[in-house]
């Protein structure tokens, strides 16, 4: 005879599981079907609105809903990743990253690299989901902003931190505007927010014309929750 404790115990499991697979297919279908088709749509009206004249009446409201479309977009991967996190999908970091210009349709004609020094390890979904959007915020701006050539993530796994680079070869960022407060429409000002929530260093390289590097630092203790590293350093680059 089963005792009772244990038959809770894997109907509790059982149950879990089909929790958790429920929310892994919910995000699959919502970044599938409603946020691509956000994402289509953005962007079918952002060519709308460049053909628009400068004195046209139409083209305010427009682009007043574009803002709107936008800011449904980004709540919508939000609620996407939420999702994922809190289901255990979290995708290494390397996989994460590379999914971002796809996931955001860019199309521009530049070179586009990830390389992973030391051996990837398991990060806290909390550190992960910060981590994560950081270094997808540094690469939106890159790609949208920057004009770049060249764009690359460095992610290394040292055995006291983890640290991700953005950095690209573009037109860089003025200085003046980094002091005048003006760097709020990048999203600087939430990487900086984010990285003190998980007491990590965040640092922005960048001059006029001579390309950006955002850098991420984040204490071992933090990002690796006490766990040791196990095996050979390993380098790959995508």
């Known amino acids: 005879m089963v005792p009772m404790y244990s ?3 894997q109907s509790g499991h059982l149950e879990q ?3 958790l697979a429920e929310r892994i297919r919910v995000a699959q279908e919502l970044h599938d079907t409603l946020l691509q088709g956000l994402i289509s749509a953005s962007m079918q009206l952002q060519v709308a609105l460049e053909k628009f004249s400068g004195d046209s009446l139409a083209k305010p409201p427009v682009t007043r809903v574009l803002q709107l479309l936008k800011q449904a977009i980004e709540e919508s991967r939000n609620i996407v990743l939420r999702l994922r996190s809190s289901s255990g999908e979290n995708l290494d970091l390397e996989h994460a ?7 955001f349709g860019f199309q521009q004609r530049l070179a586009f690299r990830i390389v992973v020094v030391g051996r990837p390890r398991q990060l806290p979904s909390a550190v992960h989901e910060h981590v994560y959007l ?3 915020e540094a690469l939106i701006n890159a790609f949208r902003h920057a004009d770049a050539k060249n764009i690359e993530v460095e992610l290394e796994y040292a055995p006291r931190r983890l640290r991700v680079a953005v950095r ?3 037109r860089g960022i003025d200085e003046r505007m980094l002091q005048s407060g003006l760097y709020k ?7 900086r927010e984010r990285s003190e929530k998980i007491g990590a260093k ?3 390289w960048s001059r ?5 590097e955002v850098e991420l630092s984040v204490p071992g203790r933090v990002a690796f929750g006490g766990e040791r590293p196990s095996g050979p350093a390993l380098g790959s680059q995508t």
Request: hydrophobic share 40%.
């Open 185 to 191: 429409q990048w999203g600087l000002q939430g990487m």
């Open 97 to 103: 990253f590379s999914e971002v210009n796809h996931e």
């Open 7 to 9: 038959f809770l115990e």
């Open 168 to 170: 690209d070869d573009g």
């Open 134 to 136: 950081i270094g997808r």
């Open 202 to 204: 965040l640092r922005i």
């Open 208 to 212: 006029h014309m001579a390309g950006t």
């Open 17 to 19: 599981r089909i929790l």
